[in-house]
């Protein structure tokens, strides 16, 4: 059964007859690898990201491409001007904009993302994406949550500071901006070219907060999310946190279609809860990519496939993958992915 | 006696309510409580219970961990002003986040918990150069580093802990001074901290906390 990548998804997600179970491979950094330049540089360029992505995938073969350049990008159309970067891994934010709490009520959403100068390269990162991949291979953005957006903006610690001891009124008048803004990032990106968005929110995991406080706080900011931009082509995803205590729940109240589980949520459990309704993607865990044998990793593939390939809606994908990881392990996940996630008697049937 | 507040105390801050925290505090103060007695038999109680519910597979969240230490260190610091006579310290520990890692969450759980533990804590910063690292144990007599990572590079890379094994070494300060490491990478991986040479990791916070003051314990005092 010859499918194109998109096709793919599509089947998964609505339980129709696929040759395999689609693969994401989430590289990132690695692109820069590819082209030879170092991260700074590669970065600089939506030209050089959507190489980079159209090299990678289609010397390992799975079945997405990436929009993102790298988280802080979000802080830059907000304000950011100092991103730390390395050699050896992902850029992380530097300047927070939000260095006071005085500091919430100047936060400019622009106007118009796509005409912002921190939007351009990735702009025309998804013009080239589309224009050599369009409509066969998944183009995936990466959306940061209205309530794990200030993160990103004043800092972890801060953020959490705010969120759980207030001023109340500083933390809703910051989330009123960071919801503004999300739905226009969302817009821009869907209006580029992106098919997936990759709803980012550890908030949205009871690993970073109670249940009670998941539900009378971010939850509500889920449905208010949701709401404003749909549920199509959204993924679920908490990060590295687990969501199989909250999945039952943002099914039923919000209705997203897809859950990218954490590597320590039950995949079997996700795909119980999930009943058939909804497609769940089980995730290697990457660090130990690093280090494993490439045995190693096929077990560990053939364990993720046992849970999660029967009864179908199921996506093999990794987390975000370190740079570190030798390239023979990304191989033999992509290569045993493939094969144990076959519907058309591969080595798992 | 204040076993009913330990369990109240307890309730608040695993509820992640801090108001109520420090209401149940001032009971305890109002029925006769010392200030040694709130530090030592209801905040430090109250983190092992903590600890030990984590251990059991209960399912505690980041949110719990912050308030936990930012519980105890705005009561332990309160308190301590009150105390009738200034406590013994413990032992002293710098701590950062390692080069290139502006993730600060994770220390700051660390440091509230362990001021009311009795531990000093330097911190220094975000970003912090491995010879930053050792220079400041030196100039502050530490006994203990602390290093937080949350991003594999900044965790397994030359600049981490790995540069600071390294300076130990050069220095001949192996023998009085201990690495901790701590943050995401360690969790997914729990060799991890033995592959960047450091000497202990924790999985968590509030347990970092616990295992900090196991390592200056082990430790002789510098002269």
């Given at each position: 059964m010859a499918m194109t990548a998109l096709q793919r998804l599509a089947a998964a997600a609505t339980r129709r007859p696929a040759d395999r179970a689609p693969i994401f491979c989430n590289l990132f950094d690695q692109g820069a690898r590819e082209l030879g330049m170092p991260l700074r540089e590669y970065y600089s360029r939506g030209a050089h990201v959507a190489e980079g992505q159209l090299r990678l995938r289609e010397k390992f073969g799975y079945d997405n491409l990436w929009?993102?350049?790298?988280?802080?990008k979000e802080a830059e159309l907000l304000g950011c001007n100092r991103i730390c970067f390395a050699d050896d891994g992902p850029p992380n934010v530097e300047h927070f904009v939000i260095d006071d709490l005085d500091d919430i009520a100047s936060l400019e959403v622009p106007a118009d993302i796509t005409r912002h100068p921190a939007f351009e390269q990735p702009a025309e990162c998804l013009r080239l994406l589309r224009q050599h991949a369009g409509g066969t291979y998944p183009i995936c953005a990466y959306i940061t949550s209205t309530m794990s957006l200030p993160a990103l903006l004043m800092g972890m610690e801060r953020w959490m500071s705010l969120l759980l001891m207030g001023p109340v009124d500083a933390r809703d008048a910051l989330l009123a901006r960071c919801h503004e803004f999300f739905v226009k990032e969302v817009e821009a990106y869907r209006a580029a070219g992106a098919d997936v968005i990759l709803y980012a929110n550890p908030f949205g995991s009871t690993d970073t907060v109670s249940m009670k406080f998941f539900l009378s706080h971010a939850l509500p900011w889920i449905e208010r999310d949701l709401r404003a931009?749909?549920?199509?082509?959204v993924v679920y995803y908490c990060g590295t946190s687990r969501i199989n205590r909250v999945l039952d729940i943002v099914l039923d109240t919000v209705g997203i279609r897809t859950y990218y589980l954490?590597?320590?949520?039950s995949i079997a459990d996700a795909k119980e809860i999930a009943g058939g309704r909804a497609l769940t993607c089980g995730v290697i865990n990457d660090a130990r990519m690093i280090d494993w044998t490439e045995d190693e990793v096929v077990a560990e593939v053939r364990r993720m496939t046992d849970a999660g390939m029967p009864g179908g809606r199921f996506l093999i994908g990794t987390g975000v993958m370190p740079l570190a990881i030798p390239e023979a392990n990304i191989r033999a996940f992509v290569t045993a992915a493939r094969d144990f996630g076959s519907h058309d008697g591969g080595a798992h049937a | 006696m204040l076993d009913s507040y330990i369990a109240a105390y307890n309730d608040a801050v695993f509820d992640t309510d801090r108001d109520e925290a420090l209401r149940v505090v001032q009971r305890a103060l109002d029925d006769g409580a010392s200030p040694e007695d709130i530090v030592f038999r209801l905040v430090v109680p109250a983190m092992d219970q903590m600890i030990k519910a984590i251990s059991e597979d209960?399912?505690?969240?980041l949110a719990q961990h912050f308030m936990t230490a930012q519980i105890a260190n705005e009561v332990t610091e309160s308190m301590l002003r009150r105390f009738t006579a200034p406590p013994q310290a413990l032992g002293r520990i710098v701590m950062g986040t390692a080069r290139g890692d502006m993730h600060s969450l994770g220390k700051r759980i660390v440091m509230g918990c362990l001021k009311a533990q009795m531990v000093e804590c330097v911190d220094l910063g975000v970003n912090v150069a491995p010879d930053r690292f050792v220079d400041e144990a030196v100039a502050q007599r530490a006994s203990v580093i602390g290093i937080s990572a949350m991003m594999s590079h900044t965790a397994?890379?030359?600049?981490?802990c790995l540069g600071v094994r390294r300076l130990l070494q050069e220095r001949g300060l192996e023998h009085r001074i201990r690495i901790i490491v701590g943050g995401a990478p360690y969790r997914f991986d729990p060799d991890l901290y033995r592959v960047v040479q450091a000497d202990a990791w924790a999985e968590d916070g509030i347990t970092a906390g616990k295992v900090i003051a196991g390592l200056l314990t082990e430790l002789p005092p510098w002269p």
């Open positions: 929009s993102l350049f790298y988280v802080g931009i749909g549920t199509d082509g954490s590597p320590f949520d | 209960f399912d505690a969240n397994r890379g030359p600049d981490g």
